[in-house]
C-alpha cells in the first residue's frame, strides 16, 4: 500500500520567518494531496489541497508544491504567526483511501 | 449546521468489554470514515462507507465493526476492547463537492486498561 512519510517531525521558527514541510510518497496512483492543521484536543482541519494536475498552489500565507516525478509535496508557510503554532499532517489519496504523514509539530516563537 | 458530530468524547474501558462510537453528519454526503490517531502518529484509517449498506476495509480494520444503515450515521463498534485500542477516534466526511476532502470531527478519545 501507500507510504507517505513526513518531515521534519518537530520545526520552530521565529516569527515572521517561513517554515516548510515536506512529505514524499510511493503509490504513483496517488492523484490529490491535502493538508491539515490540528490543534490541540481538536479534529485536523484542512488547510490547503492539491491534485496531481496542478504542480503549485497558493492561499494568502500558505502554499503548496507537488513533484509527481519525484513523488513529493511541501507545505510552506510565509510571515509565519503564533497562531499558525499546531501539529501539521500531509496526505494522500488513492482511491477511497486516505494514507497520512506522522505530523509535524510547528512552533512559531514570538 | 453541525458538520460531523461524534459521542462519546471520552470513554474508559476495561480489557474485553465492548462499546460503539457514534458519528452522525448533516452534510449529506454518502462517503464516510473512521480513522484512529495514536500519539505522535498521524490518521490510519479503519473503515469508509461509500453509501448507505456499503462499507469498506482500510488500512487497520481488524478488532472493529461498522455498519451504514443511513446517510447520516456511521457507527464504530469495538466487540472485545484491548489496549492495543487505545487511541482517538475520528469520524469524517467530505466537506465540499468533491469526495477527496476529508471534514473531520471533534474525536472521541479511548482509554482500555
Known amino acids: 500500500g501507500e507510504n507517505v512519510e513526513q518531515h521534519p517531525s518537530t520545526l520552530s521558527v521565529q516569527e515572521g520567518d517561513s517554515a516548510v514541510i515536506k512529505c514524499t510518497y510511493s503509490?504513483?496512483?496517488?492523484?490529490?494531496f491535502p493538508w491539515y492543521k490540528q490543534e490541540l484536543g481538536k479534529g485536523p482541519q484542512l488547510i490547503i489541497d492539491?491534485?496531481?494536475?496542478?504542480g503549485e498552489k497558493k492561499d494568502q500565507r500558505i502554499a503548496v508544491t507537488l513533484n509527481k516525478t519525484a513523488k513529493h509535496f511541501s507545505l510552506h508557510i510565509t510571515e509565519t504567526q503564533p497562531e499558525d503554532s499546531a501539529v501539521y499532517f500531509c496526505?494522500?489519496?488513492?482511491?477511497?483511501?486516505?494514507?497520512f504523514g506522522t505530523g509535524t509539530s510547528l512552533t512559531v516563537i514570538p | 449546521n453541525a458538520g460531523v458530530t461524534q459521542t462519546p468524547k471520552f470513554r474508559i474501558l476495561k480489557i474485553g468489554q465492548s462499546m460503539t462510537l457514534q458519528c452522525t453528519q448533516d452534510?449529506?454526503?454518502?462517503?464516510m470514515y473512521w480513522y484512529r490517531q495514536d500519539p505522535g502518529m498521524g490518521l490510519k484509517l479503519i473503515y469508509y462507507?461509500?453509501?448507505?449498506?456499503?462499507?469498506d476495509k482500510g488500512e487497520v480494520p481488524n478488532g472493529y465493526n461498522v455498519s451504514r444503515s443511513t446517510t447520516e450515521d456511521f457507527p464504530l463498534r469495538l466487540e472485545l476492547a484491548a489496549p492495543s485500542q487505545t487511541s482517538v477516534y475520528f469520524c469524517?466526511?467530505?466537506?465540499?463537492?468533491?469526495?477527496?476532502?476529508?471534514?473531520f470531527g471533534p474525536g472521541t478519545r479511548l482509554t482500555v486498561l
Open positions: 496526505a494522500s489519496n488513492t482511491g477511497n483511501q486516505f494514507y
Open positions: 503509490d504513483s496512483a496517488s492523484n490529490y
Open positions: 492539491i491534485r496531481s494536475n496542478v
Open positions: 452534510m449529506n454526503h454518502n462517503y
Open positions: 462507507s461509500v453509501g448507505a449498506g456499503i462499507t
Open positions: 469524517a466526511t467530505p466537506g465540499g463537492h468533491s469526495y477527496n476532502e476529508q471534514f
